[in-house]
């Protein structure tokens, strides 16, 4: 079955970095769901920051070159490693997944992913 939990988040000053973890069952990792990130300020919309999915990953405009998504399937762990924080980037964040057969890319998110943890608080502050 599908299961996906965040650890604990985490604060950061402007310029810092953050690293998340999300445990994944090994049989979300083993049938080829497409996994992501997601995340949602106060008074904003979810916005899908990265997606994977066949090898590729995608990045939202407001994180390109300064996030990165990886999975250790052995591990099964999910990780989002925030580089270059800004306060902006403030919000609870949400691992994902998305059921096979799947693109893992930013373009169809929102229709992709269905499987959620419970999300994790990122504070960023100046």
């Known amino acids: 079955q599908v299961q996906l939990m965040e650890s604990v988040g985490g604060s950061a000053q402007a310029g810092g970095s953050l690293r998340l973890s999300c445990t994944v069952s090994?049989?979300?990792?083993?049938?080829?769901?497409?996994m992501g990130w997601f995340r949602q300020a106060p008074g904003k919309e979810r916005e899908a920051v990265a997606t994977?999915?066949?090898?590729?990953?995608d990045y939202a405009p407001s994180v390109k070159g300064r996030f990165s998504i990886s999975q250790d399937n052995a591990k099964s762990h999910l990780y989002l490693q925030m580089n270059n924080l800004k306060p902006e980037d403030t919000a609870m964040y949400y691992c994902?997944?998305?059921?096979?057969?799947?693109?893992?890319?930013?373009?169809?998110?929102?229709?992709?992913?269905?499987?959620w943890g419970q999300g994790t608080q990122v504070t960023v502050s100046s």
């Open positions: 090994r049989y979300t990792f083993e049938n080829y769901y497409c």
């Open positions: 994902a997944a998305a059921r096979p057969p799947c693109l893992g890319r930013l373009v169809v998110a929102d229709a992709e992913y269905s499987y």
């Open positions: 994977s999915g066949g090898g590729s990953a």
